[in-house]
């Protein structure tokens, strides 16, 4: 009886049809291009954009919420006067919000 089973299920066996699995799997790659991984690399690039705009007398907030000026700048690391005779330096990323006065 099982081979009578195999048997019927090799002959009325038909290829299998991939293209709407197909179909799916290329709208949910676009679904997560066009809201996940878009609008974020346009955010770093703003970032780098803010980053490389920095220069001394810049006004700046960190992601800590501290307010300062810009004194210096280098590669990897800012120095900004928080109060008269208060230096702080911290990483460049650590920059949240660049404005004028």
């Not at 197909?22 to 690039?45: D, E, G």
């Not at 800012?78 to 920059?95: A, E, P, Y």
Request: overall charge positive; glycine content about 6%.
């Amino acid at each position: 009886m099982l081979n009578n089973f195999i048997a019927y299920a090799a002959e009325g066996a038909k290829p299998a049809n991939y293209t709407g699995m197909i179909v799916t799997v290329v709208v949910w790659a676009a679904v997560f291009y066009f809201l996940l991984i878009r609008p974020n690399k346009k955010k770093q690039k703003k970032h780098q954009e803010m980053m490389a705009s920095l220069h001394s007398g810049t006004q700046i907030i960190t992601a800590g919420g501290i307010k300062g000026e810009v004194v210096s700048v280098n590669d990897e690391f800012v120095v900004i006067r928080v109060d008269k005779g208060v230096n702080l330096t911290m990483k460049k990323s650590s920059i949240a919000n660049v404005y004028s006065k």
